[in-house]
């Protein structure tokens, strides 16, 4: 297993950006996986980003794609979403979630990966 824990969130006006990380401890090594998630009051959690660890092949859904990048930093078992273009719906609650012990690619199914955060609320105003 490993530990995660987000930081970054907060309250941003429209067309603004925000930068949300994601730093993982224990078994670091053992990391397949990476991703983003997100989950807006009412509504089920829903898949933003991915990055493969060992390559950094990445992976983002239709609605945040030129808008969102996940990167991530090896050294630091470190990753990141840049959000860039915040719409009003882009407010959710982010989890960061990552897949240990294997598994190829991505998934965008919240059950594929074993280790989530707690979440960061990011909130975009109109």
């Known amino acids: 297993q490993v530990q995660l824990v987000e930081s970054g969130g907060g309250l941003v006006q429209a067309g603004g950006s925000l930068s949300l990380s994601c730093a993982a401890s224990g078994r670091t090594s053992s990391i397949a996986t990476m991703a983003w998630f997100r989950q807006a009051p009412g509504k089920v959690r829903e898949f933003v980003a991915a990055i493969t660890w060992s390559v950094g092949n990445t992976y983002g859904a239709d609605s945040v794609k030129d808008r969102f990048t996940i990167s991530r930093d090896k050294a630091k078992n470190t990753v990141y979403l840049q959000m860039n273009s915040l719409r009003p719906e882009d407010t959710a609650v982010y989890y960061c979630?990552?897949?240990?012990?294997?598994?190829?690619?991505?998934?965008?199914?919240?059950?594929?990966?074993?280790?989530w955060g707690q979440g960061t609320q990011v909130t975009v105003s109109s």
């Open positions: 979630a990552a897949r240990v012990y294997g598994g190829n690619g991505y998934s965008t199914v919240v059950s594929w990966y074993d280790s």
